[in-house]
């Protein structure tokens, strides 16, 4: 099943970031996107994950044209269905790691996964103010957080560039085993060249074009 379709999407700021971008992205299947700074990655990640609209082009999202829908409709699609995952993790300070879960927890009604906990070695801490954690902790309490809302599309911004190489690794193959699973997806924007060949398709962002290069 297609759950995300983009057809010809363009985008600029001061200068043309790149255009007639599309792509694909079918259950169980995981693309990364790579390119040097600047070249556009967050801000086609963004587009996708309905952050930002296009200037030009369509995205669908599990069939729907996410142009069409109504603010309550988007809200409840980004809830439910989407689960975006940065390198600053957005967790809420004056809370424990157990408590960011829980938020996630009662808005999408799903429960808090301790398993999950275990493979991310955050089961020890989770308790812990977040602000007591270390910056690595804190990304992978973000992880969890997403993955508790258990989103059929997962959006990933550098979702390990606070993580040792070992830990990276690690977190790949539960995102993977995740989207297998659930029948789910993932699009991946990274650095990392051997993060990103460890996805189904790898596509490079270069002079403005989109580019598959697996």
Known sequence: ?????????????????FSNVSLDLYEKESIAIIGVSGSGKSTLLHILSTLLHPQKGDVKILQKDI????????????????????????LFKG??????????????????NTELLQALEIEHCIHQKVTELSGGQQQRVSIARVLTKQPRLIFADEPTGNLDAKT??????LFFSYINEHN???????????????????YRLHEKELQRIK
């Open 184 to 202: 789910a997806a993932m699009i991946l924007v990274t650095h990392d060249e051997g993060l990103a060949h460890m996805c189904d398709k790898v």
């Open 168 to 173: 990276a690794k690690d977190v790949m193959e």
């Open 95 to 112: 809370f424990s790691a157990y408590e960011n879960l829980e938020v996630a927890e009662i808005l999408a009604q799903k429960p808090i």
């Open 1 to 17: 099943m297609n759950l995300l379709s983009a057809s010809n999407i363009a985008h600029s700021f001061e200068y043309e970031l």
């Open 67 to 90: 142009a069409t829908l109504k603010e309550k409709e988007l809200a409840k699609l980004r809830r439910e269905a989407l689960g975006l995952v940065f390198q600053s993790h957005y």
